[in-house]
């Protein structure tokens, strides 16, 4: 069976996603969520699946203590969805090439530091694109600049609002993903 670690900060309705497509499928599981938000929707997400989740500190992402907790899970895919911490190099580079993210914009514009959620919907808005859409990418030590593994666009041209295109970005987030994921785990 191959094991996928799910990492999210907020709502988590990506890794509901990822829980929901992998639910009852023999060949793969998601083993667990891990969040730095005590507070964080993904939790009650989570639990829904039955589905262990831990709740770290920065500092013991940054000190060690996570790459410990993943290590016990011995995922076969590390998954960011919706995580907004900076990914440690320690766990990248005990599992090279197992850690991706998604991105809310067609990299390798609107990445970047600072640049996620609405952000990247106002900044997409703001330079007049006509498409936005969502990145796939392998995770390295700079914020979204892993090699792209998947990307899909949707037109925006007739949004007026940040939160318009993000209604539409997240409906691409939620129909791709879980299948990407999934694609990347039968390599």
């Known amino acids: 069976m ?3 670690v799910l990492f999210a900060s907020g ?3 990506n890794a509901e996603q990822i829980m929901q ?3 009852g499928k023999e060949a793969y599981s998601v083993v667990g969520v891990l969040t730095n938000n005590k507070n964080a929707g993904v939790i009650e997400r989570a639990e829904k699946f039955d589905i262990p989740v831990q709740v770290f500190t920065r500092e013991e992402l940054n000190e060690g203590k996570v790459l410990q907790i993943v290590n016990e899970f011995a995922p076969d895919l590390i998954v960011l969805a919706g995580f907004l911490l900076k990914f440690p190099s320690d766990i990248i580079a005990a599992y090279p090439g197992k850690v991706i993210n998604i991105h809310p914009a067609l990299l390798p514009k609107y990445g970047g530091k600072g640049m996620y959620g609405i952000n990247v919907h ?3 808005l703001e330079n ?9 990418h392998y995770v390295n030590d700079n914020y979204d ?3 792209i593994i998947y990307q899909h666009t949707v037109v ?3 949004c007026t609002t940040p939160e318009e295109v993000a209604l ?7 129909e791709h993903f879980p299948r990407v994921i999934e694609e990347i785990l039968n390599k």
Do not use: P, Q
């Open 2 to 4: 191959k094991k996928i």
């Open 11 to 13: 709502g988590g309705s």
């Open 21 to 23: 497509y992998f639910d």
């Open 122 to 124: 106002r900044a997409v």
């Open 128 to 136: 007049k694109e006509k498409e936005s859409g969502i990145t796939i």
């Open 145 to 147: 600049e892993g090699n």
């Open 156 to 158: 925006i041209e007739h």
């Open 168 to 174: 539409k970005v997240l409906a691409l987030e939620h």
